[in-house]
C-alpha cells in the first residue's frame, strides 16, 4: 500500500479517534474573569480537542517518515470501514461550512460580515427603529467585531465544534464562547466611551428588526436565550476589570508550545512508532 495512503488513512482514524474522546471532555465553567478575558480562554478551549488529535497526526508523520514507499505487508480492508464514521464527521463538517458561507441572510439589522474583509452592513430601516445614541452604540460595537475578524473566528469555531460532532459538551463550549464573545465587544465598545443604556437599546432595536439567521456573521443581537442578563450587564456600571485588555501573551505562548510539541511527537514517532503501527495493522489483519 502507497505510503501516504496510509498515513492518510492513520491519521483519519487514530486522529479522529482522540478528537471523539476530548470532544466528549466537559470542560470548567466559571464565570469570574473579566469577559474579554474568559472569552480567550474560552476560545482556547474550543480548540484543545483539534490540537491533541494533530499531535497524533505529528506522531504519524514521524512514523512515514521511516518508511519505505510503498509499505511492506498486507493492510485489511477492515481499516478502511473503520475510518468511515471518521470520514462522514469530517465531510458534515466541510459541508455544513460551505452552506453557512453561501446561505445568505434574509434580512439584516446591523451586523459584521465577510470572512476574509470584515465589513459592517446596515439595513437602511434601522433607522427608524434606533435612535442616534443607540445607532452610533451599535456601529462602535460592530467595529469591535470588524477589529477582531470574528465573523472569520465564528466560522472556524463552527468547523471545530462539528468536527467533535455528535458530542453537546463540545456544541456547549460553543454556544458559551459565542456568549462571552458578545460580552467582550460590549465591554470593548463600553470602555472606548460607549453608554451600556445606549447599547442596550441597539440591542433590543435591532432584535426587533432581525429576521433569520446567520452563518458567518458577528450580530448585536448575539444570543436570544442570553439576552436578559446581557442587558442587565449593560444597564449595569462598567466594572473595572472589564477596562483590561484581553490576554495577548497566550496567542504566542500556546502556539510556541503546541509547535514544539508537534515537532517532538515527529520525533517519537520517527524513532518508536514503527511498533505500534505494526501492531495496530496486525491487529487489523486478525480482524
Known sequence: MERESLLATLIV????????????????????SPSRRLEVLRWF?????????????????GWALSQPDPV?????????????PFLFVGGRA??????????????????????????????????????ARAMRAALAHEC????????????????????????????????????LLELARDDEARSGGIDGADLA??????????????????TLIGRPDALPGRIARLLEPLPA?????????PYVVLTGALLLVWVCAIGLGLVCGQPLIEALLTIGCRV
Open 13 to 32: 482514524i487514530l486522529g479522529g479517534l482522540v478528537l471523539q474522546l476530548f470532544a466528549a471532555w466537559p470542560g470548567v465553567r466559571s464565570n469570574d
Open 45 to 61: 478551549a474550543l480548540w484543545w480537542p483539534l490540537a491533541t488529535a494533530l499531535t497524533v497526526a505529528a506522531w504519524l508523520c
Open 72 to 84: 511492506p505487508g498486507h493492510v485489511s480492508g477492515l481499516i478502511f470501514v473503520v475510518a468511515s
Open 94 to 131: 466541510a459541508l455544513r461550512a460551505v452552506w453557512s458561507l453561501c446561505n445568505s441572510p434574509r434580512s439584516l439589522g446591523i451586523a459584521t460580515v465577510g470572512i476574509l474583509k470584515p465589513r459592517i452592513v446596515v439595513a437602511p430601516e434601522l433607522e427608524r427603529v434606533l435612535d
Open 144 to 179: 469591535t467585531h470588524v477589529l477582531h475578524r470574528d465573523p472569520l473566528r465564528i466560522w472556524l469555531a463552527q468547523i471545530v465544534t462539528d468536527l467533535q460532532w455528535p458530542w453537546g459538551p463540545a456544541q456547549r463550549r460553543f454556544t458559551d464562547w459565542l456568549a
Open 201 to 218: 437599546a441597539a440591542v433590543l432595536g435591532s432584535l426587533r428588526f432581525q429576521v433569520g439567521r446567520l452563518g458567518a456573521a458577528a
Open 241 to 249: 476589570s472589564a477596562a483590561l485588555p484581553a490576554i495577548e501573551t
